[in-house]
C-alpha cells in the first residue's frame, strides 16, 4: 500500500480507514481491522466521514496529517461511527504545543451538540469543553434536518433521515465533482436511502449482516444488492462488514439479487479513485 500525502494529492479519492464492524474478528480471528472511518479527499481538502476507533492511527499510517481535517460527517451515535473525542483531544493536544488555529466542522443528526458535550464531560472534569477545550480548538456542530443541503469548502452535501432502531441517523449524498457518493450510514433499505442513493455513480453501504440473515438496522449482502440496482448505482462498495463471509461468498450474494454493476470489498487502507 503506498502512502498518500495529503498535500500533493491532486485526485478525487475515497480512503477506507476502517472497513468492519465493532467486533472486528470474530469470524475471522486475528484478521484485526478498524471499524467505520472513511477520509473523503475533493479538490485538496480532507474530509472525514464517521469516526470509529483507530481513525486517528490509521491517519498516521498513511501519512495524512489528522490536523488537516476541517469537516467531519457523522451518521449516527454508535461508538464504531462516534469515537470522535479521541480525534478531538490529539487535534487539542497538539494546539497546545503548535498554536495553529484550528477551526472543526461536525456535522450529524440531532443531538449531535448534546451528545458530544456529554461523552466529553464524563471523560474530563465537567466544565472542561467551555473551559479548556475551546481554548484549542473553534467547534461548531452542525446538526441536520432531512433533505438538507449544505456546502463544505468545495464539496456539495445532503443529508436524508434513515432508520436505524430508536437513534437519530443520516446518510449522505455527496457531490464529488463529476461524481456522487452516497454513503449509507448503517440502515436498512429506506426511502431516506433511496433518495440519497438514487443514480449515484458510488454507493458506500454498509454490509453488516451474514449472508441470508435478517437484522431491522442493517442489511445483507442480497439487500444490498436490491437497493443498488433499484437505484440504478454504478459502482457499489461494501463496508461495515462482520467477517462472516467470505468476499466470494458477499459478491456472489449481492450478485443473486440481479445487481450486474461494478463490486467492491472493502479493506482497510483501501483507495478508490473516482474516474
Known amino acids: 500500500m503506498s502512502k498518500i500525502n495529503q498535500k500533493t494529492q491532486e485526485d478525487d479519492r475515497l480512503v477506507i480507514l476502517g472497513s468492519v464492524t465493532c467486533f472486528s474478528s470474530y469470524f475471522s480471528p ?3 481491522r478498524n471499524p467505520t472511518g472513511i477520509l473523503l479527499q475533493h479538490k485538496g481538502h480532507d474530509y472525514l ?3 470509529g476507533e483507530g481513525v486517528r492511527r490509521q491517519l498516521d ?3 495524512i496529517d489528522y490536523f488537516g481535517i476541517e469537516n467531519v460527517f457523522i451518521s449516527h451515535f454508535h461508538p464504531d461511527h462516534f469515537a470522535l473525542e479521541n480525534l478531538v483531544q490529539a487535534i487539542e493536544v497538539r494546539n497546545y504545543y503548535s498554536k495553529e488555529k484550528k477551526v472543526l466542522n461536525v456535522y450529524g443528526p440531532k443531538e449531535l451538540e448534546a451528545r458530544f458535550k456529554m461523552i466529553w464531560k464524563s471523560k474530563h472534569y465537567e466544565t472542561d469543553f467551555e473551559d ?30 434513515v432508520p436505524h432502531g430508536k437513534m437519530p441517523a443520516l446518510s449522505y449524498r455527496f457531490n464529488v465533482g463529476k461524481n456522487i457518493l452516497s454513503y449509507s450510514g448503517d440502515t436498512p433499505s429506506s426511502a431516506g436511502l433511496e433518495k440519497s442513493a438514487k443514480d449515484a455513480d458510488y454507493l458506500l453501504c454498509e454490509c453488516n449482516q451474514k449472508v441470508g440473515s435478517t437484522n431491522p438496522g442493517h442489511m445483507n449482502p442480497y439487500e444490498v444488492g436490491e437497493t443498488a ?4 448505482i454504478k459502482n457499489v462498495v461494501l463496508t461495515h462488514l462482520s467477517g462472516a463471509n467470505s468476499d466470494e461468498e458477499i459478491i456472489s450474494d449481492v450478485r443473486r439479487s440481479g445487481f450486474r454493476r461494478n463490486i ?7 483507495t478508490i479513485t473516482f474516474k
Open 30 to 32: 486475528f484478521d484485526y
Open 49 to 51: 466521514i464517521d469516526c
Open 61 to 63: 499510517e498513511l501519512r
Open 132 to 161: 479548556n477545550l475551546k481554548k484549542f480548538i473553534n467547534i461548531n456542530f452542525i446538526e441536520l434536518e432531512d433533505g438538507q443541503r449544505i456546502r463544505a469548502n468545495d464539496l456539495e452535501v445532503e443529508a436524508y433521515a
Open 229 to 232: 440496482s433499484k437505484c440504478r
Open 264 to 270: 467492491t470489498v472493502s479493506k482497510d487502507l483501501m
